[in-house]
């Protein structure tokens, strides 16, 4: 009997208990820590400061949230992703209302940089976390559907926050929006959220069976595990990191300064480009499954992180190139990379947690996490300060777009172990 036909006979209910609680939780997370977007020309005005300055508190968030990437794969694989999240949305929710309270710039730095502490465990706790529920052969799906939650976040911070700065202003934004974790994520996630398949009454004895059978056929062909220290002797590992940083430099830059973009295209209020925000990261939803599930198919996961790093490469320059003489292609082609930008994510995690034995992978990915996510400082500040310089943003779009084509080029350079084959038909060729 296949795998996926044994998934198929004994349920599916991890996907549903699961994946919509941490989709839940982690849209909460982006959207307190991608706000700010909207609120850059309301802190400009009452700090007197440049657009780098903007870029600075946008992309402070990311220097705070190396801290603890490493330390939150290790608990959650060792301790508790349960209660490790739990307490850091407390304080990530605590961070998030602080900004509001903000009276100069420094303060306002200071407190992103805090909420970046408070968030930068949950990813890689959450990684782990389903790792302890899907098998590889699953993976890049959960992945993919977990990972949805930025473009579902995007889809609901963008119009929400467009709304609330022009009907109110930007502190009004952080305390209603800063308010959510206390209100809906921890709740559910204390509720229905459990580290491993024998915690979870719900989850059935054969399903139960299925995924520690296939958890332990995943780790038959596994090497021993070496100190934890051999995460930073990996060449595959580093080449990692250096994916992920300019991957972030790219996304994180254009969706900091994506409402500044749409702004400058259409001449729109805030409430007007919120929605007009929406659709790139729609687009952005469905390439995130279709990627992961197509990636999942033929296990290539180095060529599915490359193709949608080409196409928002391209498809940045065109949209800045075709520019206010065609709004609605610009618009088209924003999708697309944005679609891009994000759709790489379940295959490069898929990626990842075939780097190293399963004892060091939560290590791995807060590794690859920490300090891949230090291109999302650069990028917003970088951004800033080029639009500071030239005033219009084509040399941004062209520094992101160098960002993504580079990160899918070192991509291709990574060759992640194979895996034996779980459905039936001819057999895979060696995963990329």
């Given at each position: 009997m296949s795998s996926s036909t044994g998934a198929a006979e004994v349920g599916m209910t991890r996907w549903f208990r699961l994946i919509p609680i941490a989709m839940i939780v982690y849209i909460i997370s982006f959207m307190d820590r991608?706000?700010?977007?909207?609120?850059?020309?309301?802190?400009?005005?009452?700090?007197?400061?440049?657009?780098?300055?903007?870029?600075t508190a946008g992309g402070i968030f990311f220097v705070g949230y190396v801290l603890l990437q490493i330390p939150g794969g290790w608990l959650a694989e060792h301790w508790s992703a349960k209660k490790f999240v739990a307490i850091m949305i407390c304080f990530w929710g605590l961070m998030a209302l602080a900004c509001g309270l903000a009276q100069n710039f420094t303060q306002l730095v200071i407190f992103r940089f805090l909420l970046g502490v408070a968030e930068g465990?949950?990813?890689?706790?959450?990684?782990?976390?389903?790792?302890?529920?899907?098998?590889?052969?699953?993976?890049?799906?959960?992945y993919g559907f977990w990972i949805?939650?930025?473009?579902?976040?995007?889809?609901?911070?963008?119009?929400?926050?467009?709304f609330i700065v022009a009907g109110s202003d930007w502190r009004t934004l952080f305390f209603v929006e800063g308010a959510l974790p206390f209100i809906?994520?921890?709740?559910?996630?204390?509720i229905f959220i459990k580290d491993r398949p024998e915690d979870a009454h719900w989850c059935l004895p054969a399903e139960r069976d299925y995924i520690n059978r296939s958890l332990a056929q995943d780790r038959a062909n596994e090497p021993e595990p070496g100190p934890f220290s051999d995460i930073f002797k990996s060449a595959t590992v580093w080449r990692l990191v250096v994916v992920y940083f300019l991957v972030q430099v790219g996304f994180y830059g254009l969706n900091m300064w994506m409402p500044t973009l749409l702004k400058s295209l259409t001449h729109a209020g805030f409430g007007a480009v919120g929605l007009i925000a929406t659709l790139p990261y729609v687009v952005?939803?469905?390439?995130?499954?279709?990627?992961?599930?197509?990636?999942?198919t033929n296990r290539r996961y180095s060529r599915h992180v490359f193709l949608p790093m080409t196409l928002a490469a391209v498809s940045l320059i065109l949209s800045v190139t075709v520019g206010e003489?065609?709004?609605?292609?610009?618009?088209?082609?924003?999708?697309?990379?944005?679609?891009?930008a994000m759709s790489y994510d379940g295959p490069f995690w898929a990626a990842a947690s075939r780097t190293l034995p399963v004892a060091l992978v939560g290590g791995a990915m807060g590794l690859i996490?920490?300090?891949?996510?230090?291109?999302?400082?650069?990028?917003?500040f970088l951004g800033g300060y080029?639009?500071?310089?030239?005033?219009?943003?084509?040399?941004?779009?062209?520094l992101f777009a160098i960002s993504l084509f580079a990160a899918g080029l070192v991509m291709l350079t990574i060759r992640v172990r194979e895996t034996a084959p779980t459905v039936h038909g001819p057999a895979v060729s060696p995963a990329e």
């Amino acid at each position: 009997m296949s795998s996926s036909t044994g998934a198929a006979e004994v349920g599916m209910t991890r996907w549903f208990r699961l994946i919509p609680i941490a989709m839940i939780v982690y849209i909460i997370s982006f959207m307190d820590r991608t706000n700010i977007a909207y609120a850059f020309s309301g802190i400009g005005h009452d700090f007197h400061i440049t657009k780098a300055d903007e870029g600075t508190a946008g992309g402070i968030f990311f220097v705070g949230y190396v801290l603890l990437q490493i330390p939150g794969g290790w608990l959650a694989e060792h301790w508790s992703a349960k209660k490790f999240v739990a307490i850091m949305i407390c304080f990530w929710g605590l961070m998030a209302l602080a900004c509001g309270l903000a009276q100069n710039f420094t303060q306002l730095v200071i407190f992103r940089f805090l909420l970046g502490v408070a968030e930068g465990g949950i990813w890689p706790a959450t990684l782990v976390l389903l790792s302890h529920w899907f098998p590889v052969q699953e993976r890049a799906r959960a992945y993919g559907f977990w990972i949805a939650n930025l473009a579902i976040s995007s889809i609901i911070t963008q119009p929400l926050s467009g709304f609330i700065v022009a009907g109110s202003d930007w502190r009004t934004l952080f305390f209603v929006e800063g308010a959510l974790p206390f209100i809906i994520a921890l709740p559910l996630w204390l509720i229905f959220i459990k580290d491993r398949p024998e915690d979870a009454h719900w989850c059935l004895p054969a399903e139960r069976d299925y995924i520690n059978r296939s958890l332990a056929q995943d780790r038959a062909n596994e090497p021993e595990p070496g100190p934890f220290s051999d995460i930073f002797k990996s060449a595959t590992v580093w080449r990692l990191v250096v994916v992920y940083f300019l991957v972030q430099v790219g996304f994180y830059g254009l969706n900091m300064w994506m409402p500044t973009l749409l702004k400058s295209l259409t001449h729109a209020g805030f409430g007007a480009v919120g929605l007009i925000a929406t659709l790139p990261y729609v687009v952005a939803g469905l390439m995130l499954w279709f990627n992961g599930w197509w990636a999942d198919t033929n296990r290539r996961y180095s060529r599915h992180v490359f193709l949608p790093m080409t196409l928002a490469a391209v498809s940045l320059i065109l949209s800045v190139t075709v520019g206010e003489g065609m709004i609605l292609l610009s618009i088209f082609f924003l999708c697309l990379a944005m679609g891009g930008a994000m759709s790489y994510d379940g295959p490069f995690w898929a990626a990842a947690s075939r780097t190293l034995p399963v004892a060091l992978v939560g290590g791995a990915m807060g590794l690859i996490n920490a300090l891949g996510n230090l291109g999302g400082y650069l990028g917003p500040f970088l951004g800033g300060y080029l639009q500071d310089k030239t005033h219009n943003f084509y040399a941004t779009a062209i520094l992101f777009a160098i960002s993504l084509f580079a990160a899918g080029l070192v991509m291709l350079t990574i060759r992640v172990r194979e895996t034996a084959p779980t459905v039936h038909g001819p057999a895979v060729s060696p995963a990329e």
